[in-house]
C-alpha cells in the first residue's frame, strides 16, 4: 500500500533552517510527483510548492521563493523540504503528499511533521 | 493567485441529514477541484477531484459538482464518522484552499 512516512518533530530558533524527509513506498516513486502543505496551528491548509520526481523540476509559492528547497533523493525514494530564515509564523505542521499524474490533485498523505520555531 | 471562498464556514447537523458545502473559485477553473475531510491530529484525505470524481474507497454518500467558479460538495445521509472539517482545493494554477468548513454534530 503506498506510504508516506516523514521525519519527526522539530524545535528550532527564529534565523535556523529544517529540513523535514519523506519516505515514500508501495509506488513507483518516480512516477509521481510531491507536494508539500502546510497547517500552523488552528489555521487552514498552505499549498508550499510541488517537485516532480521525474526530472527534480520544481515550482514554490511566491511568498516562499528563496527560503524553500525542495529535491528528491529517487535511490532512497525520499523527498525532503527545507526551509530557511525560520521565523515564528513559519509554526506548523508540515505534510508531504503525493501528486496525482499530471495535475495538482494529491491522493496520498504523510502523517505530518510539526516544526515549532520558538527562541 | 486564484483564491477559493468556502461557506458556510461552520455548519451543525444530525446524523442522517444532507449537507452541502459550497465553494467560490475567483476566476474559472473548469473542474480543477477537489475536496478534502480532516479529522483533529490528521492528515487530510482527499473524497472527490476534478470536481465531481469519487476517489477510490470513499463512500458513495458522497458527491461532487460544478465547474467554472461554482462547486458544491454534497453528503447526502450523514454518519458519525463524517464530523470533521472539509477543504476544497483549486488546482487550475498554483493551488490554493479554502478556508474550511467545520461540520459539527447539532
Known amino acids: 500500500q503506498v506510504q508516506l512516512v516523514q521525519s519527526g518533530a522539530e524545535v528550532k530558533k527564529p534565523g535556523a533552517s529544517v529540513k523535514v524527509s519523506c519516505k515514500a513506498s508501495g509506488y513507483t516513486f518516480i512516477s509521481y510527483g510531491i507536494s508539500w502543505v502546510r497547517q500552523a496551528p488552528g489555521q487552514g491548509l498552505e499549498w508550499m510548492g510541488w517537485i516532480s520526481v521525474y526530472n527534480g523540476n520544481t515550482n514554490y509559492a511566491q511568498k516562499l521563493q528563496g527560503r524553500v528547497t525542495m529535491n528528491t533523493d529517487t535511490s532512497t525514494s525520499t523527498a525532503y523540504m527545507e526551509l530557511r530564515s525560520l521565523r515564528s509564523d513559519d509554526t506548523a505542521v508540515y505534510y508531504c503528499?503525493?501528486?496525482?499524474?499530471?495535475?495538482?490533485?494529491?491522493?496520498?498523505w504523510g502523517q505530518g511533521t510539526l516544526v515549532t520555531v520558538s527562541s | 493567485d486564484i483564491q477559493v471562498t468556502q461557506s458556510p464556514s461552520s455548519v451543525s447537523a444530525s446524523v442522517g441529514d444532507r449537507v452541502t458545502i459550497s465553494c467560490r473559485a475567483s476566476q474559472g477553473i473548469s473542474s480543477w477541484l477537489a475536496w478534502y475531510q480532516q479529522k483533529p491530529g490528521k492528515a487530510p484525505n482527499l473524497l472527490i477531484y476534478?470536481?465531481?470524481s469519487l476517489q477510490t474507497g470513499v463512500p458513495s454518500r458522497f458527491s461532487g459538482s460544478g465547474s467554472g467558479t461554482d462547486f458544491t460538495l454534497t453528503i447526502s445521509s450523514l454518519q458519525p464518522e463524517d464530523f470533521a472539517t472539509y477543504y476544497c482545493q483549486q488546482a487550475n494554477s498554483f493551488p490554493t484552499f479554502g478556508q474550511g468548513t467545520r461540520l459539527e454534530i447539532k
Open positions: 476534478a470536481a465531481s
Open positions: 503528499a503525493r501528486v496525482m499524474g499530471a495535475t495538482n490533485f494529491v491522493d496520498y
